[in-house]
């Protein structure tokens, strides 16, 4: 929910200071701001961090938390720093903290979860999300418009490159495998998407069979529902849900064995997570999701190996644990059916590829289903898949987000040339299509001037960074020496152009 210190407000100042750099201004902006109110604190703490003041940062934390105890945005603070410093024992407990405090806000079970994971508690890392309270995404309200039977769309002059046309992009060479266009997880968004990307963090961890075994020690299946009614006396004036809730006598034991109290009780509103498929009615992220078919086949005589569908039988023969496990939401369960189909479309195209590969024949795939497989890949945590995956792509036709794939890959790296020339590709493509200055206007003048639906903070972001590492005038000069059309680089100088207005490090002034 919306507070002084969370809000659409908050949000764009700071996501503006680290765009532009300009931390000292912000700085004095909330140090100001918490003289009136000691909340702002939090907000102010985070511009530290991000400013390379930790030690300042601490002691502000610590100030404020002594005046308010209970504040889940600076419990929240104090956590992040905690676990980002490799200190989980002590992020865990402030967390905990934050929970209390703000026991509605999905970020504080978040961050609770995240811990647990960075901690290794795989069973109370799965109970703390599935106690998470889950947000519908809002997105802007605009009607859904048909699609278009052809584009013509005008083209600005200084936008002319050869490298970035996608005039060669047709519905026929870009045709999509049905199950690839099915996969749910690529739309998430808000707080599934961040839940879901925990899931498979876990996944990367400790593998597909390892989460389905905690997955039945920590929630109520099916099978033991089944056999708890059927042992019951009266078994229809129970209630399953009232059984599985009630806080057990004794600690159980987590994925290694070791023992750890239970976590908190989740919703009174908690679905039984089944072994069978969810129903469509049952799950609001999507109806179309169900029991994964296995439509992709391999082409080769061998069998593919593939993961244990979330809803088999994880060989549980007794059930006398039933009354110390919690039932888990049926979002989660809609998660783990989402994660297995994940799982199988990347094992059957790895599979593939190596196939493909030992027999030195070409694996051809439509730019379109590169794309998909690159964020599959980048979902599951496998960057260097993915970027094999967009390399592919971009060597069929120019791809915006397969371009910004391989520019993540390079800041991995730290390879600035290559991350300049991924940057000078993306500029002209956002200038190309989301420019609004008038074609009348000077050429000169249009160079010097940005318009919102051009402009990319994130672009301008990595510019930045870039600039603050190698300086201004060794920028320049790569994108100089670059060989393509100089309207394209000047582009480019532009980005670079207000990095210097911000005087941001690196630049001449």
Known sequence: MPNLV??????????????????????????KLRERDPEISSLLARVYMASDEEVKAVQLLREAVEELPMDYSLLDCQAEFCNRKGRGDMAAEIAKRGVVSAPSEFGTWARLAEVYVGMEQWDLALLTLNSCPMFTYQDKDAPRLPEPSRISLPLAPETMCDEIDDAGATPETDMVHPTLRRLAASNYKGTFFKAYMLLTEITKKIGWDQLLK???????????????????????SRNASIVALKAPDTPQPNGHGDIVEEAEDSDAGSELLTEGEPSAASSHLDPEVSKPSHSVTVRSGAETPQPQPPYADPAHQTYMQFQHKRLCERWLDNLFMVLYEDLRIYTIWRTEASQYKQQQLAYKKSAEEWEILGDLAERLHHPEEAVEAWQSCLNMRYSPKAMRGVLRMYERRGDGRGMLNALIRLIAWQYRWYSEVSSKCPKQARLLVLTPLQFSPDLLYTMRKLIEEEGAVKVRSIVQATSLPQNILDLTHQYAGLCAAFRSNGTDG
């Open 6 to 31: 969370s809000n659409h407000l908050t949000s764009g100042l700071l996501n503006y200071i680290k765009t532009t750099g300009r931390y000292a201004s912000g700085i004095n902006l909330f140090e």
């Open 214 to 236: 905690i997955r039945s020690q920590v929630f109520v299946m099916e099978e033991e529902y089944r056999h708890e009614k059927q042992t019951q006396p009266g078994g229809g």
